[in-house]
């Protein structure tokens, strides 16, 4: 009877945690020939995986509230049009094996809901700046076989349990492989310490030259990451002496001119009379020469 009690609860609780799916059973395809002009509105699955569309009109999901799993896999998309808002409930949506060049600009920037999204087998060079921005539950995220490059910081959540990447060009910059050990780390953590590299994919490098077709995982962030600092070091470096060197001379000037009035200046009125100002300084002065240390006093007048 207590028993019974407690369990309840902790079905209620796993259930609200597991959230979207639970209870939605997905009916098998209906295979259309065309984009609908209408979708039942009750249904919290719809299936058309295998249909032909071309193009996607997304505002025809958004009437159909109570949506939690959309499957479009499979269906000759060429285009997608809207589709920055999902509808509230939904929470896997596919979109895997169609002809999808690109995203529109603010897709999926607000889906707050998504726990699954597949992108894989598409023909993606890149996903929007915005792409799920909002999304915080993502736990599975497939862009295998697509044309990708390189992925804006915001498609690493935290929240990411399987992240499939193989089959596209990776341009292994520093970006790439710190986020990718970043979520290795943070999967690592989880529990499995390397089994987490199988849940990513071969991540294999085509670009740059020199890393092209090694694995990701095997690039260290320290190989990548530190020539930027060490470009900024080179162009720092000079700049640093130079301003040194100035201070140096400013400074050297400032004391021969502090000398310069209780001793002889070493400073040379005229080129080329080296030998002459040794013994001839003290005459020159008395003789009313201009006084060499005012005039360098003047000259250096910015560092006084
Ligand atoms: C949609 O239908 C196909 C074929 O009937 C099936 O394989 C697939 O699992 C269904 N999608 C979902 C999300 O259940
Ligand atoms: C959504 O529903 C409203 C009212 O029920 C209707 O007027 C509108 O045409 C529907 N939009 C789409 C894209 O089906
Ligand atoms: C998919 O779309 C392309 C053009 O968008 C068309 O040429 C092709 O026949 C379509 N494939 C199928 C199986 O309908
Ligand atoms: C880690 O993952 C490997 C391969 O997936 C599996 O064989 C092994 O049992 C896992 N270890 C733990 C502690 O979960
Ligand atoms: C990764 O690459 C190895 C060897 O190239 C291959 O055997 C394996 O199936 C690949 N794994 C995936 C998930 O593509």
Redesign the pocket.
């Known amino acids: 009877m207590v028993s019974g009690g407690l369990v309840l609860p902790w079905v209620l609780l796993l259930s609200v945690m597991d959230g979207g799916v639970s209870g939605c059973e997905c009916p098998q395809a209906t295979i259309l020939a065309q984009f609908p002009s209408?979708a039942p509105p009750e249904s919290c699955c719809l299936n058309y995986s295998g249909s032909t569309f071309g193009s996607v009109?997304w505002?025809?999901f958004?009437?159909v509230t109570a949506l939690e799993v959309l499957d479009l896999t499979d269906c000759n998309i060429t285009h997608i049009q809207g589709a920055a808002a999902l509808p509230a409930q939904l929470s896997e949506l596919y979109l895997g094996r169609n002809a999808l060049t690109a995203l529109p600009e603010r897709f999926l920037a607000n889906a707050p809901g998504l726990r699954v999204l597949d992108l894989g087998g598409n023909f993606l060079e890149r996903v929007p700046g915005d792409f799920l921005r909002s999304t915080s539950r993502l736990r599975e995220l497939r862009l295998d076989s697509n044309r990708l490059s390189a992925l804006p910081r915001g498609v690493f959540k935290p929240s990411l349990e399987r992240l499939e990447l193989s089959g596209n060009p990776w341009d292994c910059a520093c970006p790439l492989v710190e986020e990718l050990q970043g979520l290795g780390r943070r999967l690592g953590h989880r529990g499995n310490d390397s089994s987490w590299q199988g849940t990513v994919g071969n991540v294999t490098c085509a670009s740059p030259v020199d890393l092209a077709g090694r694995s990701a995982w095997s690039v260290r962030t320290a190989d990548v990451c530190q020539i930027p600092g060490l470009t900024v070091l080179f162009i720092l470096l000079p700049l640093l002496l130079l301003l040194a060197l100035a201070l140096c001379w400013c400074c050297g000037r400032k004391r021969k001119r502090k000398e310069g009035s209780f001793r002889p200046a070493k400073w040379d009125p005229e080129p080329g009379a080296a030998g002459a100002h040794r013994n001839g300084s003290e005459h020159d002065r008395r003789q009313g020469h201009p006084n060499p240390a005012r005039r360098a006093g003047r000259a250096a007048g910015t560092c006084s």
């Open positions: 209408e009109t505002a025809l958004s009437n």
